[in-house]
């Protein structure tokens, strides 16, 4: 969908883009960096894993701090469990010392999830950017990649589609959360969620623009 046509036929059909206007400055951004890289490479599928790399060097410095702030928060688990066990009757009280342990060992629960928070805005953008625009369209990367504002479906049988890049997400997915988790006390929690976000976003991201998944597979 062009902005600019649809415009010019009537603009009340504008709105058939359903961009949100929050969003729409980001993905103006966005889409303006992957054209311009685009156009260097002569590929949309390259210029998109560019542009990844390009973000996740911006967002490395709070990438770290996160990391270690979970690796901190993974640490005092058998601290927490402690006060949980000797508190169990009391909750007020756990949450008062669980408090205070974070401040004692300068960790905020919160900056482990930072970095996607902060991500999110460019993650909806690009979806947006290759659902929508007419760049993406019939866009092709390589091997059997032949659109990327579509799935990257091989074959259909009896009305599934088989995607190989959601599984190689899935993969790379799991084995950098094991990454991440190295060298820090996981506890019974953070191993189940481990293990259930890689399938929670596989099934989000099966029918997802094959664009996008490349995107997410590079961060």
Known sequence: KQEDILDS?????????????????????VMWCITWINGLVGNLGIAII??????????????????KSMQK??????KMNELK?????????????????????????L?????MLVQMPFFIALYSALSNTLESHNAPFALWITDLSLPDTVFSM?????????IIMTVTMYFSTRMSQTGAAVN???????KLMPLIFIVMFWNMPSGLIIYWIVQ
Request: with cysteine; glycine share 4%; hydrophobic share 35%.
């Open 9 to 29: 036929v009537d603009p009340k059909i504008e709105a058939a883009t359903d961009v949100n206007r929050w969003i729409q400055p980001i993905r103006m951004v």
């Open 50 to 67: 560019i542009f990844s790399i390009i973000t996740k060097l911006i967002f490395l410095p709070l990438t770290q701090k996160s990391t």
């Open 73 to 78: 928060m993974s640490e005092l688990g058998p």
């Open 85 to 109: 066990e000797k508190y169990k009757d009391k909750p007020e009280e756990i949450q008062r010392r669980t408090m205070q342990l974070y401040k004692e060992h300068g960790v905020n629960p």
């Open 111 to 115: 900056s482990g999830c930072l970095p």
């Open 158 to 166: 009896y009305g599934f589609n088989l995607n190989i890049l959601p």
């Open 188 to 194: 019974d929690q953070q191993q189940m969620m481990m």
